[in-house]
Antibody
């Protein structure tokens, strides 16, 4: 059974840092594309970052140079290191697996999310 | 720039059917899209991916009541025999070069 379980969210002051984790079971993180998606309170979904099978990463403009996505293959875990946090980063953060039917243009599994609140 | 357009809200009666629409803007009408369901206070759930030719692949455990189809730049999610647990937000999603993965604004479905 595929499972994605996020952790690490919490309350942090503007300018602070936080590290999110996504523990995966049922598949191998290094063999697929893995992403982070966020959802601000009362808002829609926003793609944040991706790590490809080869280790290459990419980010939305809104978080570029502040967030870093990575994975630990031995622990089958995905991470999101968030620095220089701003109030507008307040959101529930979800990890998601990129699907592979015909093209890698969609997400086919999601975690339950972890809440990040940036406030003084 | 790719834009996915969804109606903000929809409603239908218990036991009835409803058809949700996701529209791709000009120049992207051949894109496949995925549908995701988000029940209140829960994380998103992948329902299905719908190709421009109407072929679709569902997620594990998605009931047969959920089906997908396509016409031109529009992608549809039809839910039949509506149940109370179908209430929630429905998002469409696709991928575009330079923008990576993008989402529509979501449709809030109310089951009357």
């Amino acid at each position: 059974e595929v499972q994605l379980v996020e952790s690490g969210g919490g309350l942090v002051q503007p300018g602070g840092s936080l590290r999110l984790s996504c523990a995966v079971s049922g598949f191998t993180v290094s063999r697929t594309y893995m992403t982070w998606v966020r959802q601000a309170p009362g808002k829609g979904l926003e793609w944040v970052s991706v790590i490809y099978t080869g280790g290459t990463t990419s980010y939305a403009d809104s978080v570029k140079a502040r967030f870093t996505i990575s994975r630990d293959n031995s622990k089958n875990t995905l991470f999101l290191e968030m620095n220089s946090l701003r109030p507008e980063d307040t959101a529930v953060y979800y990890c998601a697996r990129v699907g592979q039917w015909l093209a890698r243009d969609y997400f086919d599994s999601w975690g339950q999310g972890t809440l990040v609140s940036v406030s003084s | 720039q790719l834009v996915l357009t969804q109606s903000p809200s929809a409603s239908a009666s218990l036991g009835a059917s409803v058809k949700l629409t996701c529209t791709l803007n000009s120049g992207h009408s051949s894109n496949a899209i995925a549908w995701h369901q988000q029940q209140p206070e829960k994380g998103p759930r992948y329902l299905m991916k719908v190709n421009n030719d109407g072929r679709h692949v569902k997620g594990d455990g998605v009931p047969d009541r959920f089906s997908g189809s396509s016409s031109g730049a529009e992608r549809y999610l039809t839910i039949s025999s509506l149940q109370s647990e179908d209430e929630g937000d429905y998002y469409c999603q696709t991928w575009v070069t330079g923008m990576h993965w993008v989402f529509g604004g979501g449709t809030k479905l109310t089951v009357l």
